[in-house]
C-alpha cells in the first residue's frame, strides 16, 4: 500500500482479515469493526484517519482506522498496551474530551507515576518516574523527561506550557529513548498527538461556564480544500478565569486562567506522498508566580539550629530592620507589593513528508518554534512580601528551536523490521534577569548605598547543536521470541556564558560604595565568564526481547543505556570574597549517564475485555544534575561562602512498581485501575548542602569547645523527599442508552439520547517535604482527588450537556514546605486548583 492510500478515505469491507493476528485480537478488532460497519450502514460515516504513534513508537504511517466504542480499545491503545514491549501509559483523545482533561496536570491524575510539576512556564519540571520531583531545573539545565508533540521533540520546558485541546492521544514512554528519533532522553518521554486533518467536514463549537468566572471556549474545524488531495484543520481556544487567591494589598487574583490558543493544519495525500504543515500560536497572561512555587507564607520561622541554639526569627527581624509588623501568615491571604503577570507565549511551525520508496518509508521532519517569557515577580525571602518594597527580581527568557529529522523505516510484519535515521537540533536560548531595588532595600540589606531605583542586570546565554545517527531493528525470530535492538551515537556540543553589570549612580555615595552596596545585595556585581564550549559524543543503547507466551500473556524485558550533555549554568557567578576575586563558579556540568533495567508482562483476558500490565524496573543514574551548594571557599574570617551552582551527583537510583488494568464486564463500561510504587534513592551524595537549620553561626571570638557548622552533610542512601512511594488511580466511565427521551418537545427533538459519567479517584501516598536531617519534619498526609461528570448527548455526538467538578470534595493540600530562617517565614508550594465545577454545551456540525 502507497503512503498516501493510507490516508485517502474509502470505502471498506465489514469483514475485516485477521490473518497473523492473535485470536484475542482477532476477536476486539472484528468486534470494533463490525460495530462500526453497522453506525456506517445507518448513518454512512467515512472512515477516520489515524496518525502514526508518537515518538518513541513506529515510524511508519498508521493504517487507517475507525473509533472505537465506548469500553473498547483503539488501535493506538492496542498498539501501546499490548503490543508494545515496553512500560507506556496512554489516553485517548475521546476520553480527554469527556472527562475535561486540558492540562499536563489533568492528565497526571489518571497516571499514577507521571508528575508534570507546572509551577509556571519557567520553573516547571516534568517527573517520570520521580525524576525531577523536588529539584530545580536551572534555565540552561535539561530535563530527564522529553516531550514529543506530533513526532516533533521539543527541548526547552516552555513548550510544554499551555492547553491541549485538539488531541488524539495523550502517551508516556518509559526508559531510556532516542533510538527511534527525536532526541535523547535518560528516564522517558511525554508524547502528545493531536488530530489530523479530514476530508469529512466537520465543525464542533464548545463553551464551558465554571465557577470563579471561569469561561472556556473551543472551536474545531476541518474539512477538504481540494477533494481527497489537501484538507485543513483549525483548532482555537481560549480560557479565562478569576484567581482563587487575592492579595490583600492589591486585589490581585493569584492562579488565574487568562490563555489562548490556535493551532492550524494542512494535510495534503498525493500518490506517493503525505505532506502535513502544523502551525501552533499560544499565549498566557496569568498571576501563576504565587504560592505553587513555594512563596505562600505558612508561618513563622522557628529558627532552632541542630547545635540546640536558637536564632532570630522572621517576624523580630522585620521588626528590627523595618519596623515593620508582619501581616500574613495565611498562604490564601497574601500581602504582596509588586506581583505582576507572567507573560508566556510560544509560536511554532513544522512540516512532516512521508514518502513511499519501494517498500519502505522515508519520512522527514523539519521544525521551528521560539518560546518567550516575562515574569514580574518578587525573587528574595522578603521582596515585595508583607507589604514591603524590598527587592523585585524578574527574567526575560528567549528560546529559539531548529530540528530536522529524516528517518528511513521498513514495512511491518515482516521478520525483520528496522528503521534507521538522523537528527539534528540547534537551540539558542537567552536570559536576560536582574533586581531592582525599592524604597525598603536600603534598611532590609543595613547599607545606605543602597538606593531605590538601583538595578542589577544578567544576561546568559546557552546554545545547544546536535547531530545524531539512531537505528533500531526487531527480528522475529519464530512466532514467540521477538528480539528489538536500537543503537544511537549523538554528537553534541553545548555553549554557555553570562554577563552581569550595574545600573546605579548615586550623587551621595561613590561609584565604589554603590557597587559594594548591590553586590552585597545580590551576590553578583559586573563581571563576564567568558564564552565556554564542551563538546561530548553520546551513546544511547536498549535490548528489548519480547516473549508471546501465548495469545493472552506477553512478556518482555529491557537493558537500556541512556546519555545526555553537561547542562550550561548560564547564572554562573564570580567566587568573591568582599572585593577579592576567588574564581568562577562552571558553567557547563559533567554529562549525565543511565543505566535501565525492566522486566514486565502484557495480558488480554475475557476475549480483550480485560487488560492486566505490569512492570518492574531498576534505574542507576550518575552524575545527575542538579543544583548544588559549593562550601569549598572561605571568606576572610574563615566562614564558608556557601555558593549555589549546576552540578552534578555522583549516584543516584530509582526502582519501583508500575501496574495498569481496564476491565469491561458490560459494554459500554469500562473500569480503570493503575499504579505505581516508586523509590528514589541517593546512593552516593557524600557532600549535600545542609538544610538551613544546620548552618548556625560562628560567634566572634569563638568560644573554647565550639563546634563549627558543617560544611556537608551526607545524603547518601537516604530517600527523596517530595515523592510519594505509592500513587494509585481509580476511574468508571459509563454511557447508557436513553432513546428519544426528547421527542416530546417536537419533531426535531425525536433523536435517540445516551447518558453518560464518569469518576476518576486519584490517591497519593504520604509525602515527606523536608530534608531528613531537619530540625522540623514536615510531611503531607496522604490525600484523594476525585473528579466527576455527568451528561447527556445525541447518539451520534452531535449534541452534548454535561457537568462536572475536578477536586470534587475541595481537598487542599501542599506540595512543598520550608521551616523558614531570619530573613523568611515558613512557606509552602499549594496546589493546583480548589474544587471547580462548571457545565459544558458541546455542538458538533457535519
Known sequence: MHVADRFRPRARACRPSNAGKPRHAAGLRNRLLSSVCSISCVFGIANAIALRQARGQEATIADVTVGAQRGELTKQEQKVLLETPRSAAIINGEKAEDQRLDRLDDFALRVPNYRPNTGNPETSLPAIRGMGSGRVLQIGGESDTGFVQDNV????????????????????????????????TTVGTVGVRTQLPSFDRKATFETSYANYSRIIEKVNL???????KLAYRVAFYLDQGDGWIHDQATGAGYLNNHRWGVRGQ?????????????????????????????????????????????????????????????????????????????EAQTLSVSNEIDRQIGENTLTSISAWGQYYTHPNSPETPAGGAQGTETNNGYGNIWVDQYSQELRLASPKDRQLEWQTGIYSLYEKLWDFSGNNFGTDAAKWYNNAALQRGFQQRQTGKSNTFQLAAFGQASYHLDERWTLTLGLRDSYEVKEGSNFAWINAASATYSAQQVYTAVRGATGAGIFDTGGQTKKRNMFTGIFNPKYKVDDNITLYGLVGRGEKAGAINISALPIMDGLTFKGFQSVITKPETSW??????????????????????????????DQLTDTSYLDSTGQPLRLTYLGNIPHIRLRGVEFDGRWSPIERLQLNLSGAYTEVRYIDFANAAPPSDWIWPTPNPVPAGFIKAPLTLSRSNTR????????????????????????????????????????????????????PHSVFQYWQAAYSLVDLGFGLRTEDKRYSLSVWSKNLFDKRYFTSWTAGTTTAPATVGLQDLPRTFGGTLRVTLD
Open 153 to 184: 521533540f521539543w527541548k526547552y520546558v516552555g513548550f510544554q506550557w499551555g492547553d491541549y485541546v485538539d488531541l488524539d492521544s495523550f502517551e508516556i514512554g518509559l526508559g531510556p529513548q532516542g533510538t527511534t528519533g527525536g532526541k535523547n
Open 266 to 342: 494542512l494535510l495534503y495525500v498525493g500518490d506517493e506522498f503525505t505532506d502535513r504543515l502544523i502551525f501552533n500560536r499560544a499565549s498566557s497572561y496569568e498571576y501563576n508566580n504565587y504560592g505553587k512555587s513555594g512563596r505562600g507564607p505558612f508561618s513563622d520561622s522557628a529558627v532552632l539550629y541542630a547545635n540546640g541554639t536558637f536564632g532570630t526569627n522572621f517576624s523580630q527581624t522585620l521588626w528590627n530592620r523595618l519596623g515593620r509588623p508582619v501581616l500574613t501568615f495565611d498562604p490564601y491571604k497574601p500581602y504582596v507589593v509588586g506581583f505582576g503577570t507572567h
Open 222 to 228: 476541518t474539512g477538504p480544500i481540494i477533494d481527497e
Open 596 to 625: 535501565d533495567y525492566e522486566i514486565g508482562a502484557k495480558t488480554s483476558w475475557l476475549d480483550g475485555h480485560l487488560i492486566a500490565n505490569m512492570n518492574l524496573y531498576w534505574s542507576d543514574i550518575f552524575n545527575l544534575q
Open 720 to 771: 527523596w523527599e517530595n515523592l510519594p512511594k505509592w500513587a494509585f488511580n481509580v476511574g468508571a466511565d459509563y454511557e447508557h442508552p436513553l432513546g428519544p427521551i426528547m421527542s416530546d418537545l417536537g419533531p426535531s427533538w425525536a433523536v435517540p439520547v445516551n447518558g453518560f459519567a464518569y469518576v476518576n479517584v486519584a490517591w497519593k501516598d504520604r509525602t515527606q517535604l523536608t530534608d
